[in-house]
């Protein structure tokens, strides 16, 4: 499979990039200009495009100098059907597509409704129309799936990779669409049905083009310029970055809390890149991807932010490098660590070999995540966690 764009000489090509404000897709779209594709993205409303645009107008990146396009189509509902026809009709030939846009929460009145079908509907729906109007030029189509459609929690296995799905008994339409299971529950099965549907399609369809998948963990890392983390006057980040929010900010300041059930992360720049190439390179086609970077735990976190804290108290904070490599981890918080003795492992070998994934440090994608936080005006002050009082101060736990 032919790659274009993003090499000089090569005619432009342009990519469908679903729900472009979500946190990932944000991520995805600046690495996508980087690499010099043009880029068609959906948001739900008019007023999340043009935001989506002018983040993009206000920034300092290569847009301009690679003179990539980047426009929006507003798609209100995903679950219907047909919800993507008019922008995929309107913008051919389209040669890659990204579907990113999917139901990321963990409380839901009507489970079916508001989780279960649009992530499923929305993702076959798409797969449809790109069949029905972009076959003659569609190359591939990458799904941003998860490692929740990987693990099988209670009953872990010894490692995980790309083989691994969630067996039937712990997760089942009945439990997730039961409107009093665990929000988790739901969401969990959401992802693994949506990634199934997508390759029972891929599977009962004739295809000049292929599908591949990417199932990263727990995800960290910088804010994006166009995430509106402001609402309503309360502050809003995706849900695993809400952790090291919540710790700059001071609602770890009585305890640490538990990191359970999720162990693993990666950061959303390695997630970014994945995408892109899972989407461009040839031996991708076909495949999952389990997109992982390590271990954390809350302990560890906050032994970031903690040690980036006291750097900054000692007028030190300038010598910590863009990987993050000068933070001393604060050992007072790590001595509340929670990681489980025998936890199982993981195997992202795939993502390296095919990929070519060099994943970042934990260290490397906190603070990197903190400082984007605070020039949002998020944590300026001294962080305060539990068992500390200035960030220099070490206390031992009793």
Not at 128 to 147: F, G, I, N
Request: aromatic letters at 8%; charged letters at 20%; a negative charge.
């Amino acid at each position: 499979m032919p790659m274009l764009g993003g090499i000089p000489g090569h005619p432009k090509s342009k990519v469908l990039l679903t729900g472009g404000t979500g946190f990932i897709a944000s991520h995805i779209l600046d690495h996508l200009l980087e690499c010099g594709f043009d880029v068609v993205v959906t948001a739900r409303s008019q007023a999340k495009g043009e935001r989506i645009l002018a983040s993009i107008a206000t920034s300092p990146n290569v847009v301009n100098s690679v003179g990539c396009k980047v426009t929006y189509a507003v798609v209100e509902n995903i679950a219907e059907d047909g919800a993507f026809d008019e922008v995929i009709k309107t913008n051919l030939p389209l040669h890659y597509c990204i579907h990113t846009a999917s139901p990321c929460q963990f409380s839901f009145l009507d489970p079916v409704n508001d989780c279960l079908l649009p992530a499923i509907n929305g993702t076959v729906s798409l797969l449809s129309s790109l069949q029905e109007y972009a076959s003659s030029s569609l190359l591939r189509a990458v799904l941003t799936s998860s490692s929740a459609a990987i693990l099988n929690p209670p009953n872990h296995r010894p490692v995980y990779d790309e083989s691994s799905w969630p067996d039937d008994q712990t997760l089942n339409w009945d439990l997730a669409a039961d409107p009093n299971a665990p929000g988790d529950t739901t969401y969990r099965a959401s992802k693994k049905f949506a990634e199934q549907a997508a390759w029972e399609f891929v599977e009962g369809n004739e295809l000049s083009w292929d599908l591949a998948t990417i199932n990263n963990t727990y995800t960290f890392g910088p804010l994006p310029r166009s995430l509106d983390v402001k609402n309503a006057g309360e502050f809003k980040v995706n849900t695993s970055n809400e952790r090291i929010a919540d710790c700059l900010t001071g609602k770890w300041s009585q305890e640490i809390p538990r990191t359970a059930p999720v162990f693993t992360f990666v950061d959303v720049r390695d997630v970014a890149v994945a995408h892109v190439r899972a989407m461009t390179r040839p031996k991708a086609g076909g495949k999952r991807f389990y997109v992982v970077g390590g271990f954390f735990s809350n302990a560890q976190i906050a032994g970031v932010v903690h040690g980036l804290g006291r750097a900054k108290h000692q007028g030190r904070e300038r010598e910590v490098g863009n990987k993050g490599e000068e933070v001393e981890m604060c050992q007072e918080c790590v001595n509340w660590d929670d990681f489980p003795e025998n936890h199982w492992r993981f195997n992202n070998a795939r993502s390296k070999n095919v990929l070519g994934l060099e994943y970042r440090s934990l260290e490397e994608s906190v603070v990197d995540t903190v400082r984007s936080l605070r020039e949002m005006g998020v944590g300026k002050g001294k962080p305060q966690i539990a068992g500390h009082g200035d960030p220099d101060e070490e206390i031992v736990p009793n």
